[in-house]
RNA sequence: CGGGGCGUGGCCUAGUCCGGUUACGGCGCCUGGUUUGGGACCAGGAGAUCGCAGGUUCGAAUCCUGCCGCCCCGACCA
């Protein structure tokens, strides 16, 4: 484990594979694109999914579970949605296996050939819709607010570690209303939640708006999304929130009697975030020294290491140490005493350093003396000696320090890395410097395939809280109401 | 699907061009000892169908043929 990260700078992707792997979060498996999350990693996706799960119950919602297996002929009740999805799907066509009659191993049996087959869902909204038909009567029955924590399968050409893996692990969450208005606002509101928990838990400073035609979801009438920005200047889409209309009612004919006593098709949403999050979270405030989490997402948020000579100073040491550690457990801090005597101290401050652990305490004899501990915090890497006493307290006030010095140092770099262009040459050198690139569009589909085919760069939203102002497209030249935000993106 | 790279103890790797006894080294692991304020040191030890299948040869990690798998870079996507 002596081993050095690759820098940052000399290869960004380089570091971030190497950090997924070294920090123990995922490595790659046998199948190709998937992954193992490793205990760690998944510690962290815990603490994601804890918060996020009592975000959505707060705001009325509550889980269920849908199969794993969508029948074909499902899929392709709605034409946008099947467009979209279909060349990406994993099919089951057989349930059974047989030795081979050569002996040389085994092999699907022929005989056992599905009647209709089967595929591992890439997301829900068939299955859901076509579930819901049955649930859904009459207004009483609405709104329906139901969210899922589930698997999902997409047979995607490239993969890296959490950004984008043949398997992932998601929430989606689908919901049915009376009227347009509130299905928007729902799709609105999980935005809003979305966010809270980006900026709020993950530090992690987030654009809100809604996507072009062009990046929108297959089957919504209106994706509303969150942009983060990582630090090497790409953009990443960490989470989407859909008005689907009256798409999937009309497609698996999902009615409901009105308050006048009518049949109406219901309005839809639905929203999810994914495990990658994950590497969001990591691109976002990682350094070339390792991880580094924003404590109210860390599984460990304070570790505590003891240095010593012998057994006996290790006992005094360590029992000093499980005072400290008792006391901060008790205040509700996650806390892990480390006292493997196979491992020397200096070892372990570079593996938690390496795993993002916010803040360090160690005691050696100098401390036990003196009433002292040191304190080492992960975010800037500085270390302070302080008193035994009051550090409770100290220990509380430094990982809010902590958390909030990770939003602004985020937020100012995604500040700094935003620019605002009238004319196509200031355009073109923004992308190369990388981050936001916020310019006007004329609104064409055309346009933006044009601009995306010369550049590379997607239009990442059409920012929600975006002043009106009217302007010449930077491509085109031709009338545009609103600047709207490039960037090149994950 | 194109382009590139790689497959050798758990991990990284030398050896492959130019075939030759027992497959180099490091990390990690086990045992014992000395150590301990930033990834300790010494001694001993365990651990390998050299990706798979054929072929050439007295002899194959090495040469030939075929296959499989993974990673990276591009076209599709969260």
Redesign the pocket.
Known sequence: ????LTSRESDY?KWY?ELVVQADLAQ?S????CMVIKPYGFAIWERMKDVLDQMFKDTGHVNAYFPLFIPKSYLSKEAAHVE?FA??CAVVTHYRLKNAEDGSGIVVDPDAKLEEELIVRPTSETIIWNTYKDWIQSYRDLPLLVNQWAN?V?W??????F????E?LWQEGHTAHETSDQAVEEARKMLEVYADFAEGWMAMPVLKGVKSAN?R??GAVDTYCIEAMMQDGKAL?AG?SHFLGQNFAKAFDVKFATREGGQELVWATSWGV???LMGALIMTHSDD??LVLPPKLAPIEVVLVP?????EQ?AEIVGALQGVADQLKAAGFRVKLDDD??K????????Y??KGVPV?L????????GGTI?V?RRDT?S?E?VPMDGIQSHVKGLLEEIQTSLFDRAEERRTSTTTSVDTWEEFLAALEAGGFVEAHWDGTSETEDLIKKET?ATIRCIPLEGNEETGKCVRTGADSSQRVVFAR??
């Open positions: 484990m002596a081993t050095k992707s594979n790659h046998d199948v190709k694109g979209g060349k990406e999902v997409r995607e050409m490239r993969t890296r570690l950004l984008r893996t043949t992932f990046e979801f297959a889409q989407t994914s495990t990658r020294a390792g240095i010593y000579k012998g057994e290790m005597d196979s020397r101290s200096g070892w372990k401050f570079a593996e350093e390496l360090r160690a005691m050696g004899p100098r401390d036990l003396a040191e080492a890497r270390k000696i590379k993106a994950y």
